[in-house]
């Protein structure tokens, strides 16, 4: 594979000071153009559009080490921003602030952060731009905490983040955190294998207190979760062989998904009641919350472990999937709705129509992140195990009524 570096080794970084994010932007580069003029009532191509390429995006080489986690800044209302987090046994690890340039195609280093661990799952906070969610391991066992990235992070020559509060009442490895995905909210929810804890969070105050705990009793281990979008008492629980539903008032188990190896599950921001796992044996499969017994929905997902699905947060019926065979695919995920007001799938599950978009596969490992942009829902992030971001746009796939 190619390996495009850039010579000038150009670096931009808007606000930030050059001392405190010149590592994060030594290896700067530019791809194809990303044109992102503004578009009004796009519907999805059809599944004719299907395509199989190299990257065609722009791509961030700050990181220097291995990383697994991207995430969105959802509350950035004002441009294109995620944070990456790195995952060295060795060295101290960092995360980094990614903006994109508005009209000037380059991904930028807002800025660096050191972290004391590795980072293994990472979380923007919804409703504030300068919190997120760290959950770590270092050779004392697990951790999880939530930071504050400081007010004069751009102007600043050692910057610190500050941590506000640590979820410190579990025993058990943790797995995640989850925030409320829409607006704000004052609780957040930490996994571990054995136990679902609510927390009550007061940021100002740097306080957290857990509300309520559930046990998974005799499940597998857990692995993680997502929560409702539509439904702030809901949750879904991955298990190694299980996708579990828990309602947080009560702190029970309400409905189950039986399968074997189970990465990843996802709810569709714009349709209630429809969620997307990612499987290891099935690939990607949609369901109904409302009938669980068959999936709505199989796509093939890649060749070797799919690790993570993602809704796009406008477009319904489009998902985004990463796996460890080095690509991220591209779905269009069309399901219909009977008489009775019930999603229905577009054919049989198994059905042999093409569902595959596109096969970005200009990657040398495996992609553990991917996350879609809120602000400009045609762009995604892909970060791989080599620490290599890479940010496209799905504007090839989308056509203007």
């Not at 690890?93 to 340039?101: D, F, G, P, T």
């Not at 050692?158 to 925030?179: G, N």
């Not at 991955?238 to 947080?248: E, G």
């Amino acid at each position: 594979m190619h390996q495009w570096k850039d010579p000038e080794l150009r670096f931009r970084s808007g606000k930030a000071d050059f001392n405190l994010v010149k590592d994060c932007g030594r290896r700067l580069t530019r791809r194809d153009s990303i044109q992102r003029s503004p578009f009004a009532s796009p519907t999805v191509s059809p599944a004719g559009a299907r395509m199989q390429s190299g990257s065609t995006g722009i791509v961030y080489g700050g990181l220097k080490y291995q990383a697994r986690c991207i995430a969105d800044v959802r509350a950035d209302a004002g441009s294109t921003t995620f944070l990456a987090g790195t995952l060295s046994l060795k060295e101290e690890n960092e995360v980094h602030l990614i903006r994109l340039l508005p009209g000037e195609n380059e991904l930028v280093c807002d800025g660096l952060f050191y972290h004391p661990n590795e980072i293994w799952d990472l979380k923007s906070c919804p409703f504030d731009h300068r919190l997120f969610s760290t959950v770590y391991t270092s050779g004392e066992g697990y951790g999880a905490s939530v930071w504050k990235i400081p007010e004069l992070y751009g102007q600043s020559n050692s910057p610190q983040l500050e941590e506000l509060f640590k979820l410190d009442e579990h025993t058990a490895k943790i797995r995640c955190v989850l925030w409320w995905p829409l607006g704000k909210h004052d609780k957040i929810i930490s996994i571990d294998e054995r136990n679902i804890f609510l927390w009550n969070i007061d940021p100002s105050n740097k306080s957290a207190k857990v509300v309520s705990q559930g046990s998974a009793d005799m499940l597998p281990n857990l692995r993680g979760g997502a929560w409702d979008p539509h439904n702030h008492n809901s949750i879904a629980a991955i298990t190694d062989s299980s996708v579990h539903f828990w309602d947080l008032r009560s702190m029970k188990r309400s409905n189950a998904i039986e399968h074997a190896h189970i990465r990843d599950v996802d709810y569709n921001p714009k349709k209630q009641n429809i969620i997307a796992t990612a499987e290891d044996e099935f690939g990607i499969r949609l369901w109904d919350l409302r009938m669980l017994k068959h999936p709505l929905k199989d796509l093939p997902g890649h060749s070797h472990w799919t690790w993570a699905a993602r809704h796009n947060p406008e477009y319904d019926e489009l998902i985004l999937s990463a796996g460890t065979d080095s690509a991220v695919n591209l779905w269009l995920a069309k399901v219909g709705t009977d008489e009775s007001g019930l999603e229905s799938p577009s054919g049989s599950p198994n059905s042999q129509e093409e569902p595959l978009l596109n096969s970005y596969t200009d990657y040398e490992d495996s992609i553990y992140g991917i996350a879609w942009s809120s602000h400009d829902p045609s762009l995604f992030a892909s970060l791989s195990y080599d620490g290599r971001v890479v940010l496209e746009s799905i504007k090839p796939y989308l056509q203007i009524k």
